[in-house]
């Protein structure tokens, strides 16, 4: 194996090909931390508005069909969107870091989200639009995973592994606040009170939550330009290997997983693992809003407070308020007790809130009381906030 070596253009010493400073008792470069974190914060076009609150809900609603219909199809193309990433991921990262083009790849990864969130203007509210729907929602989820894989892998560029938790933390809390700023933009501009809405639209034809899907494109393309406009040396750049073909690319990566399944099976066990738990936090963000309008009635005149209009965008509000505080507690506590623990405790609270929000689906004996949906509103209302 033959490699060609690139010259270091640290800004600090003894970081090969990157920007970290490589201990703790060198500064970090914070202009450089803000344009990073401010990808995350237009990305939040993508899981707040996208995905959860806005155009996931109405995707799924009955304009498209009879029953379940819009469900039904965006599980399919989700699942084909999850399969598609987990066969591809490893091998574009692999190829990317080999390559040396991380910020090109995240610059082409990030145009294309733009421009299927862009796209889904034109899915208008009909049974024959629901596929064009789903294939774009699938297609975006697919392009944001690949911008992501290379977005995260630029932690190292500009952080040194003592600070990583901290860093980590305050780029996904910008990605919160930014979708708490989006919401409640179109919240107040598009969906909330009686029309017109701005820009004089409407509502017929739902063409003022279509408009959501332009103000989210340009609001990623606005915020993630100063990152992708940086010229900034980045790790992968210190080692860049012979192009190989795709072909060679998976054999390597059996080599690895068939050196690990010998040599070290709980680090395969680990990345199986943490697979599936990244999996479980997609379908709670996929999810959320739809199980809320749909399973807990967010929007239904007959539970009190939930008859406002674009309730479920409050509800996405409030959720991204307390993630946005727990991503920052949480890199606070990543660099002090481990992200193992931090995982584990998340977890734990995870299944604890699922439990309890079972009750919630129907009528239920708990000892002498019994719980209706209707008369736990008021806990739901808290419950949206910790979903």
Known sequence: MTHASVPSQSGSPGAPGGLAPSSAAEPLNKWLITKWSMWSWGNA??????????????????????????????????????????????????????????????????????????????????????????????????????????????????????????????????????????????????????????????EDDAINIRAVALVAAGWHLLFALPLLLTRMPTADQAVVEEKVTVAESYRRLFRVLAHLWRADRNTLWFLLSSAIYRDGLSAIFTWGAVLGVHVYRIEDSEIPLTEIAGSVLLF???????????????????????????????????????????????????????????????????????M
Request: with cysteine.
């Open 45 to 202: 076009t993508v899981s707040a508005v996208m995905t959860t609150f806005v155009f996931g809900t109405y995707i799924t609603s009955e304009a498209f069909g009879p029953g379940d219909r819009g469900s039904q199809y965006l599980a399919v193309a989700t699942a084909v969107a999850g399969a598609v990433v987990a066969l591809t991921a490893p091998v574009i990262g692999q190829r990317t870091d080999k390559a040396g083009r991380r910020r090109l790849w995240l610059t082409l990864n990030t145009v294309m989200v733009i421009t299927m969130v862009a796209a889904c203007f034109f899915v208008r509210p009909e049974e024959g639009y629901l596929l064009l729907g789903v294939t774009l929602m699938a297609l975006m989820g697919i392009f944001d995973e690949f911008a992501n894989l290379n977005y995260n892998a630029m932690i190292t560029d500009i952080s040194d592994h003592q600070r990583m938790g901290r860093v980590s933390g305050i780029g996904w809390g910008a990605g919160y606040l930014g979708g708490i700023v989006l919401l409640l933009i179109v919240y107040i501009g598009l969906i909330a009170g009686d029309p017109p809405h701005w820009f004089g639209l409407g």
């Open 316 to 386: 996405g509000i409030a959720g991204n308020v307390v993630a946005a505080l727990g991503a920052f507690i949480g890199g606070w506590f990543d660099d002090r007790i481990g992200p193992r623990r931090v995982i584990a405790a998340s977890i734990i609270s995870l299944l604890g809130i699922a439990v309890i929000m079972w009750f919630m689906v129907t009528p239920r004996q708990v000892g002498p009381v019994e719980l209706t949906p209707v008369e736990v509103s008021r806990v739901r209302l808290s419950g949206r906030a910790v």
